[in-house]
């Protein structure tokens, strides 16, 4: 029988997914029992919506005592350095992912948390993995020091399921496409971007090829696949930290393309930069069948409707001047 949730800590609450999905978790279980963390203080909007505390994941005595002392049952562990910062810092991106994970599992072991979710993402496959429908069990082969740690971690993460019975779970995201966050140094970064200067500017220079396809999904899709994995039925699974989900996958010419629908002349170069690289060794689509069969997943986002949804939002913020870069 899965036992429930009731007071839950998130590390990397100041990333792209951590300030929305705090936002989620606390409308979920009450404000005083989500404590979010992070190395650096969060947005104040984030900060003083409910506790909130400064922790450096990579000192498991700090990390353990504030979970000791707040009471939580279940971690949220974000903290993490992406791929385009994790190739400019990769002995720092190997001490955060890797040590950082290892800190809270061991925490979780030895307090008998109820439950532990651990992202992984795309960048855990690589040049040899098949790009087209990628399937959930196959080659994975990073190339960049990111993809390295999200497989270990996968890897460590599904041990410690069958050695200790510990409930780890976690999904592969493919790229997250946001307009109440800005993403944090990784490869899919053009994706929201581009939103943000088609209605600034009706302009964009994008950092990858025009042809180049990834897999993607909307903010409100990732919150959902999110919290519906850690509500399934642990009976049902039979794979634990590394499910494939998407919602679409698209190229950066094409997303381009159905901006211009909306904004006629966007205009967009194309000046691929080391990033490109990175992106040519990621899957161009995705196949969640496993996460569909294990725990019902579902998108609600296709490229049309995100893009509506998105610029209506990114309109209203700049006409009322909070749009930001």
Known sequence: MTRETKR????GAAGQIGSELAQALRAKYGRDNVLVTDVVRPPAALAEAGPFELVDVTDRAALDGLIGKFGADTVYHLAALLSA?????????WDVNMNGLFNVLEIGRARG??????PSSIAVFGPTTPRESTPQDTVLGPSTIYGVTKVAGELLADYYVRKYGLDVRGCRYPGIISHLTLPGGGTTDYAVAIFYEAVKHG?????LREDTRLPM???????????DLMDADFARLK????????AMSFSAGELATEIRKHVPGFEVRYEPDFRQAIADSWPASIDDS???????????YDLATMTVDMLAALRKRHAAGTLGI
């Open 217 to 227: 999904m909307y903010m409100p899709d990732c919150l959902k696949c999110t919290l």
């Open 85 to 93: 910062t994790g190739e400019k810092k990769p002995q720092k991106a």
């Open 290 to 300: 496993a996460a569909r069969a294990e725990w019902d997943w579902k998108p609600d």
């Open 203 to 207: 302009r964009y220079a994008c950092f």
């Open 113 to 118: 948390l109820v439950r532990i979710f651990s």
């Open 8 to 11: 839950v800590l998130m590390t």
């Open 239 to 246: 794979h634990h930290a590394g499910f494939n989900v998407t």
